[in-house]
């Protein structure tokens, strides 16, 4: 049954209805029909098909669903120790060497079952939905062994399976580090997940894209292209982790296997950006990782100039980003990267969707915009204007949160 909601200003983030004035094509007095899991019609209240039953949300703001574009959100364990040295001054990059970092939530992850990482992760889901997210990428990279990672996509899979939560795009992140017990053959470790591992991955569909984390002190490009290029010989998309620490050349390579996004780049060259703009290569902003790393922003506005797209995301993680608040990093996105609070909503909603879909020839995926066909999914904020959205306010402002039709959140 057809069924509009209402409000004083739908933000419908539809490209066909953006203009340069208003990027986000906003509605006044606008309503959404939603006709069981889709959205049936967008548009002014005024122009509503008679007999239709409208609720009336108000004084608010209605939004399409959040897509939290990059998490690891599948995680065991706790790093606050380190997280405590780190705000005393102590380098992430030395406290990984001496065994913490990754490594040490990948021993949490070890001596943890599937069936409580599930749980844990669907809690976490859930928490997200009620800060207004309906879709969230999930990497695995704590399991590092094949064992471990299969671990991780298990319960990922079995996590996205229950009802209620975020849709989940589950990515394995093949290249994230060395386990403990490949540190004296790291050739075989590489050709091991290039040449087994991702095409058990893809034969088992439990990932749609396959990540790899480039940069100093972590893999290499021909590492990278390496893995990059078994995933395309069985079926699945690429995205990377670049520039993070150092620019080695992971954007040169990312365009040229034409990967989805590319992730982090606080260092990337204007080689590199060209090179992404060119491939139509998202760029993935964490702006959280980057406050807690006291790391200086991405070029923000040589991204933005060349035309490359720009994604922000949580990086929810327990290491360097933990959070699991989505509008956390769009107000950090703004005060600290300098995105408009327009850029910062595209880059959680429409963009970020983009950057979620596997196939490239698509121009974007059908989540993260209200338009005629797309899944309804929507987010009312107890909040006057969009704008307000980007604002730090430390506590949840979605009022109702709906997946596919379904109430995921309602906070009253």
Same mark, same amino acid.
């Given at each position: 049954?057809?069924?509009?909601?209402?409000?004083?200003?739908?933000?419908?983030?539809?490209?066909?209805?953006?203009?340069?004035?208003?990027?986000?094509?906003?509605?006044?007095?606008?309503?959404?029909?939603?006709?069981?899991?889709?959205?049936?019609?967008?548009?002014?209240?005024?122009?509503?098909?008679?007999?239709?039953?409208?609720?009336?949300?108000?004084?608010?703001?209605?939004?399409?669903?959040?897509?939290?574009?990059?998490?690891?959100?599948?995680?065991?364990?706790?790093?606050?120790?380190?997280?405590?040295?780190?705000?005393?001054?102590?380098?992430?990059?030395?406290?990984?060497?001496?065994?913490?970092?990754?490594?040490?939530?990948?021993?949490?992850?070890?001596?943890?079952?599937?069936?409580?990482?599930?749980?844990?992760?669907?809690?976490?889901?859930?928490?997200?939905?009620?800060?207004?997210?309906?879709?969230?990428?999930?990497?695995?990279?704590?399991?590092?062994?094949?064992?471990?990672?299969?671990?991780?996509?298990?319960?990922?899979?079995?996590?996205?399976?229950?009802?209620?939560?975020?849709?989940?795009?589950?990515?394995?992140?093949? &290249?994230?580090?060395? !386990? #403990?017990?490949? *540190?004296?053959? /790291? %050739? +075989?470790? @590489?050709?091991? $997940?290039?040449?087994?591992?991702?095409?058990?991955?893809?034969?088992?569909?439990?990932?749609?894209?396959?990540?790899?984390?480039?940069?100093?002190?972590?893999?290499?490009?021909?590492?990278?292209?390496?893995?990059?290029?078994?995933?395309?010989?069985?079926?699945?998309?690429?995205?990377?982790?670049?520039?993070?620490?150092?620019?080695?050349?992971?954007?040169?390579?990312?365009?040229?296997?034409?990967?989805?996004?590319?992730?982090?780049?606080?260092?990337?060259?204007?080689?590199?950006?060209?090179?992404?703009?060119?491939?139509?290569?998202?760029?993935?902003?964490?702006?959280?990782?980057?406050?807690? &790393?006291?790391?200086? !922003? #991405?070029?923000? *506005?040589?991204? /933005? %100039? +060349?035309? @490359?797209?720009? $994604?922000?995301?949580?990086?929810?993680?327990?290491?360097?980003?933990?959070?699991?608040?989505?509008?956390?990093?769009?107000?950090?996105?703004?005060?600290?990267?300098?995105?408009?609070?327009?850029?910062?909503?595209?880059?959680?909603?429409?963009?970020?969707?983009?950057?979620?879909?596997?196939?490239?020839?698509?121009?974007?995926?059908?989540?993260?915009?209200?338009?005629?066909?797309?899944?309804?999914?929507?987010?009312?904020?107890?909040?006057?204007?969009?704008?307000?959205?980007?604002?730090?306010?430390?506590?949840?402002?979605?009022?109702?949160?709906?997946?596919?039709?379904?109430?995921?959140?309602?906070?009253?």
């Amino acid at each position: 049954m057809k069924r509009a909601h209402a409000a004083r200003r739908v933000v419908t983030c539809d490209p066909s209805r953006a203009t340069a004035q208003d990027p986000l094509g906003a509605i006044d007095d606008g309503a959404v029909v939603v006709d069981g899991e889709v959205v049936a019609w967008v548009g002014p209240r005024a122009a509503l098909e008679a007999g239709i039953p409208v609720e009336d949300h108000g004084d608010v703001v209605l939004t399409p669903g959040l897509v939290d574009a990059h998490t690891h959100a599948c995680w065991a364990g706790s790093r606050h120790a380190e997280y405590a040295v780190r705000m005393a001054g102590g380098d992430y990059e030395a406290i990984a060497r001496a065994g913490g970092g990754i490594v040490s939530t990948h021993g949490a992850v070890a001596a943890t079952t599937t069936d409580a990482l599930a749980h844990t992760l669907a809690e976490r889901l859930a928490r997200m939905a009620t800060l207004g997210v309906t879709t969230v990428e999930v990497k695995s990279g704590y399991g590092l062994d094949p064992e471990g990672e299969r671990k991780q996509l298990d319960a990922i899979r079995l996590a996205s399976q229950r009802p209620g939560l975020p849709r989940v795009v589950p990515t394995f992140l093949a &290249l994230h580090a060395l !386990p #403990p017990s490949a *540190r004296h053959d /790291r %050739d +075989a470790y @590489v050709r091991h $997940v290039a040449d087994v591992m991702i095409p058990s991955v893809a034969h088992r569909a439990l990932a749609r894209f396959v990540d790899a984390y480039i940069d100093r002190d972590a893999f290499t490009v021909d590492e990278g292209r390496r893995v990059f290029q078994s995933a395309r010989r069985v079926g699945l998309a690429v995205r990377a982790h670049v520039g993070q620490f150092a620019d080695v050349g992971g954007a040169e390579l990312a365009a040229d296997m034409q990967a989805a996004s590319v992730d982090h780049v606080e260092h990337i060259g204007p080689d590199g950006i060209l090179r992404l703009a060119a491939a139509k290569v998202r760029a993935v902003l964490l702006p959280v990782a980057s406050f807690t &790393l006291a790391q200086p !922003p #991405p070029p923000v *506005r040589a991204l /933005r %100039d +060349a035309g @490359v797209d720009l $994604v922000v995301a949580s990086d929810a993680n327990p290491g360097t980003a933990p959070t699991e608040s989505l509008p956390l990093a769009l107000a950090f996105a703004v005060r600290h990267y300098g995105l408009s609070p327009d850029e910062a909503l595209l880059g959680a909603t429409r963009h970020a969707a983009a950057s979620l879909a596997s196939d490239r020839s698509r121009t974007a995926d059908a989540t993260g915009v209200l338009a005629e066909g797309a899944p309804a999914d929507f987010v009312v904020w107890e909040l006057p204007h969009e704008h307000a959205i980007v604002q730090p306010w430390g506590v949840s402002k979605a009022r109702r949160v709906v997946r596919d039709g379904r109430v995921l959140h309602q906070s009253r």
